[in-house]
C-alpha cells in the first residue's frame, strides 16, 4: 500500500483503540454465535449495545481464556520442537557422525520451512479461514515429526525437518491472524503479551524434558515425545478453536491477488520497519539457540541438564519482562519507547558477550557468560510484543498475510544466523556473539530508519 494510504490506516487503527473493549467483545461474542449456528456477523469494529454490554464481558471472559490457551499452545509448539531437541545436538553429532555445522542444519531447515510455509498459508487462511488450513498443518506435522524420529542419517534429518518446519508455519502464523481476527490497539498489545506468558513456559520446560528424555533414551526417543505433542495439539485444536474469520471477511482471488496483497503491505514503509526490526531481534535470539548447546557443553563443559537448567532460567526471565510489559507498561508507556529500551538492552548484552568471548577480560568462566545471555534474552520481551502489535495494528483487513510477512523474516533471517555462529567451529563462542552485535545494531537502525518513532509521537 502507498505510504499515504498506511498512514491512514494507521490512523484509523489508533481510532478505534478507545472501544478495543468493545471490538473484543463483539468479535468473541459473534465468533461464539456463529459457531451455535447462530449467524451472526462478526468483525473488530462491529459495537455492541449497551444493554448486551455485561453479557458480553462475560462471554470475554470465557471465550478468551479457551482461545489464549489453544493460541498460546500453537505459539508453544515452535519453541518446543527448537528447544527440546537442544541438549541433544552434540549427541546426534556423534551418532550419525555429522559435523557441527552440519547437525546446525537441521535448526536451519526446520526455520526455513517455517519461514516458507508461512508465505503460504497466511494468505490460504486469510481466504479460506484459518481453522481448515491450521488443521491440515497439524496433520502433516505429526507425521513429519515421526519421520524425524526415524531418519537414518543427517541428510535424511535435514529433510524431514525442512516438513516439519513447512506443517508447523500453520500454527504460528494462524495464532497470530486470530489475535488479529478478535483483537485491537492496547487490548491486542495486552493478549501478545499474555500469549508470551502462555508459550514462553514451552522453553522453560522443554530442554528440562530434552535432557531427561535423553537420561532414559537417546536424540530419537524427543521426537518421538515431539510426535505425541502435536497429536494432542491437533485433537485440542479440532474440539474447541473455532473459526474467526467470518466468509463475508475472506478474501477472493488467486496467487495473484495473494502476491498483490503482500507486495502491498511491504511497500508500507513502516509495517516493513518493524517487520525487519523484529525479524532481526529474532536473529539475535536464534544465535544464542542455535550457538548455546555449544557454547555451554562443549566450551564450558556444562551437561545436558545444567544447559536446560540455564536455558530455562533465561526462559524465565523473557516470561517475566514479557508480563511486566503487557501488566504495567503497556497502555502507559509508548510501545515504540517500550521497543527502543528492548534494543538498547539486547545491544549491550550483546557488546558484553563479544567482549567476554573474545578474551578482553581475560579468560571468564560460564557464569558471567550465563549472565550475559540472561539479560539478553529477558529483553525479548519487551521487543516482539512491541513489533507485532505495532505491525498489526496496520494491517486489519490482511492479517493473515502481515502474519505470514513478519513470520517469514524472522524465521528467514534466523535461518541465515544459525550456521554463522557454528563457522569459527566449537571451540569458540566469538561468531554467536558477533552475529548478535550485528542483528542487533542493524535492528536498531532499521527501526530509527524506517519506523521514524519520534514522527509518530501520537501512536499507541
Known amino acids: 500500500m502507498p505510504d499515504s494510504g498506511s498512514k491512514a490506516a494507521g490512523a484509523a487503527g489508533q481510532d478505534h483503540i478507545p472501544s478495543a473493549g468493545a471490538e473484543v467483545t463483539a468479535a468473541v461474542e459473534s465468533a461464539t454465535a456463529a459457531t451455535a449456528g447462530a449467524g451472526v456477523p462478526g468483525a473488530a469494529g462491529v459495537s455492541v449495545p449497551a444493554?448486551?454490554?455485561?453479557?458480553?464481558?462475560?462471554?470475554?471472559?470465557?471465550?478468551?481464556?479457551?482461545?489464549?490457551?489453544?493460541?498460546?499452545?500453537?505459539?508453544?509448539?515452535?519453541?518446543?520442537?527448537?528447544?527440546?531437541?537442544?541438549?541433544?545436538?552434540?549427541?546426534?553429532?556423534?551418532?550419525?557422525?555429522?559435523?557441527a555445522a552440519t547437525v546446525q542444519l537441521t535448526l536451519t531447515a526446520c526455520l526455513a520451512g517455517m519461514a516458507l510455509g508461512q508465505l503460504v498459508v497466511g494468505p490460504l487462511s486469510d481466504k479460506l479461514g484459518r481453522r481448515r488450513p491450521l488443521l491440515i498443518g497439524m496433520l502433516v506435522y505429526v507425521l513429519a515429526t515421526a519421520m524425524c524420529a526415524v531418519a537414518p542419517n543427517v541428510e535424511m534429518l535435514v529433510a524431514f525437518r525442512l516438513l516439519q518446519g513447512l506443517a508447523g508455519a500453520a500454527g504460528i502464523v494462524i495464532a497470530r491472524a486470530v489475535v488479529r481476527d478478535l483483537y485491537?490497539?492496547?487490548?491486542?498489545?495486552?493478549?501478545?503479551?499474555?500469549?508470551?506468558?502462555?508459550?514462553?513456559?514451552?522453553?522453560v520446560i522443554a530442554p528440562v524434558i530434552g535432557g531427561q528424555v535423553l537420561r532414559i533414551t537417546d536424540w530419537r526417543g524427543v521426537f518421538y515425545v515431539l510426535t505425541g505433542v502435536g497429536v494432542v495439539l491437533t485433537l485440542v485444536v479440532w474440539k474447541w478453536l473455532h473459526e474467526t474469520l467470518p466468509p463475508e471477511r475472506r478474501h477472493t482471488g488467486g496467487v495473484g491477488a495473494a502476491l498483490r496483497t503482500m507486495k502491498g503491505l511491504l511497500a508500507d514503509r513502516i509495517f516493513t520497519g518493524y517487520m525487519l526490526t523484529g525479524g532481526l531481534a529474532f536473529a539475535v535470539l536464534f544465535a544464542y539457540i542455535s550457538a548455546s548447546p555449544f557454547v555451554v557443553q562443549e566450551i564450558y563443559g556444562a551437561s545436558p541438564q545444567t544447559f536446560s537448567l540455564l536455558f530455562g532460567v533465561n526462559s524465565v526471565g523473557l516470561i517475566v519482562v514479557g508480563q511486566v510489559n503487557g501488566k504495567?507498561?503497556?497502555?502507559?508507556?509508548?510501545?515504540?519507547?517500550?521497543?527502543?529500551?528492548?534494543?538498547?538492552?539486547?545491544?549491550?548484552?550483546?557488546?558484553?558477550?563479544?567482549?567476554?568471548?573474545?578474551?578482553?577480560?581475560?579468560?571468564?568462566?560460564?557464569?558471567?557468560?550465563?549472565?550475559?545471555?540472561?539479560?539478553?534474552?529477558?529483553?525479548?520481551?519487551?521487543?516482539?510484543?512491541?513489533?507485532?502489535?505495532?505491525?498489526?495494528?496496520?494491517?486489519?483487513?490482511?492479517?493473515?498475510?502481515?502474519?505470514?510477512?513478519?513470520?517469514?523474516?524472522?524465521?528467514l533471517v534466523g535461518a541465515v544466523a544459525s550456521p554463522l555462529v557454528g563457522i569459527a567451529g566449537e571451540d569458540t563462542a566469538v561468531p554467536m556473539a558477533v552475529v548478535q552485535v550485528a542483528c542487533a545494531v542493524l535492528a536498531g537502525g532499521l527501526f530509527l530508519g524506517l519506523c521514524r518513532p519520534w514522527k509518530r509521537s501520537a501512536d499507541v
Open 328 to 411: 504495567l507498561l503497556v497502555g502507559r508507556v509508548r510501545l515504540d519507547k517500550v521497543l527502543a529500551v528492548g534494543l538498547v538492552i539486547v545491544l549491550a548484552a550483546a557488546v558484553a558477550l563479544l567482549l567476554m568471548t573474545s578474551g578482553v577480560f581475560g579468560k571468564v568462566g560460564l557464569w558471567p557468560v550465563a549472565a550475559g545471555l540472561f539479560v539478553l534474552m529477558s529483553a525479548m520481551g519487551l521487543i516482539m510484543p512491541s513489533t507485532n502489535t505495532q505491525a498489526l495494528m496496520r494491517t486489519p483487513h490482511a492479517a493473515g498475510s502481515a502474519s505470514a510477512l513478519l513470520g517469514t523474516s524472522s524465521f
Open 51 to 99: 444493554e448486551s454490554a455485561p453479557a458480553a464481558s462475560a462471554g470475554v471472559r470465557r471465550t478468551s481464556l479457551l482461545v489464549t490457551l489453544v493460541l498460546g499452545g500453537l505459539t508453544a509448539l515452535p519453541p518446543l520442537s527448537m528447544d527440546m531437541y537442544l541438549p541433544a545436538l552434540p549427541e546426534v553429532t556423534d551418532a550419525l557422525k555429522s559435523p
Open 184 to 203: 485491537d490497539g492496547v487490548e491486542m498489545a495486552r493478549f501478545f503479551a499474555t500469549l508470551m506468558l502462555i508459550s514462553g513456559v514451552a522453553p
